[in-house]
């Protein structure tokens, strides 16, 4: 009888250990699911990023060149205009 408890309680021992390292392996799994999650989100961020920089480098550069290409025309245009009297 001490012999099959003896057996029976290390076949419980290794049960419970067997559910704790299944329990650890499905939380090592949801936390490498988090990681990649935040992986995805932060690389969507980076990329909407670089979206509004290029943008607004657009925008900006157009801010400051239509102005001069105004003047330019309107150089040329008064030019053009007093050369022919």
């Known amino acids: 009888m ?3 408890s003896a057996n ?5 021992t290794q ?3 067997l559910k704790g390292l299944m329990k650890l392996q499905l939380r090592v799994r949801q936390l490498s ?3 990649q999650q935040i992986q995805k ?3 969507y961020l980076r990329q909407l990023e670089d ?8 925008t900006n550069l157009w801010i ?8 330019l025309y309107v150089v040329v245009y008064v030019v053009s205009f007093t050369s022919a009297w």
Do not use: G
């Open 33 to 35: 699911d988090q990681v």
């Open 15 to 17: 049960v419970q250990t």
């Open 64 to 71: 400051f060149l239509w102005p001069v290409l105004r003047s």
């Open 2 to 4: 001490t012999i099959r």
């Open 8 to 12: 029976q309680s290390h076949a419980d």
């Open 51 to 58: 979206d509004f920089h290029r943008i607004n480098h657009s």
């Open 41 to 43: 989100e932060q690389d």
